[in-house]
């Protein structure tokens, strides 16, 4: 379980660097952020939340029930896109008012 962060996309804040628990992720000499710790990733998504570019999304293997896709997460005023690219292609996004969080 755990990130990948596109360093293209990445604008080196340092923002899912300071929301991640686990101090998991660091910025390098190229002030892009890297994972240090990938194995010790215990999905919690802050940082995918934090990124302000999109630069972070989350591999769903295996180990936690998914079939090698991918998460990230956009926003749109206060709706919170959870968009899962799924290994066929197909792209299933959830969409979260976060006004209404506690509902869920
Ligand atoms: S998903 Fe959570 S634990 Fe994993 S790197 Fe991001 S903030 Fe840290
Ligand atoms: S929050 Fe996004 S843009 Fe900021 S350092 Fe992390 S990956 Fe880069």
Redesign the pocket.
């Known amino acids: 379980m755990?990130?990948e962060i596109n360093k293209n996309k990445c604008i080196g804040c340092g923002k899912?660097r300071d929301?991640?628990?686990?101090t998991?992720?660091a910025l390098g000499e190229d002030r892009k952020a890297f994972?240090r710790y990938p194995r010790?990733?215990?999905?919690?998504?802050?940082?995918?939340k934090e990124c302000p570019v999109y630069a972070?999304s989350?591999f769903l293997g295996a180990d936690m029930g998914g079939t090698g896709g991918r998460l990230h997460t956009e926003k749109e005023g206060d709706i919170l896109k959870w968009i899962t690219e799924r290994p066929d292609g197909r792209v299933i996004v959830t969409e979260v008012d976060t006004r209404e969080s506690n509902k869920y």
């Not at 010790?40 to 802050?46: A, E, L, R």
């Open positions: 755990s990130i899912c929301v991640c628990p686990g998991l992720i994972i010790d990733c215990w999905g919690c998504t802050s940082c995918l972070i989350f």
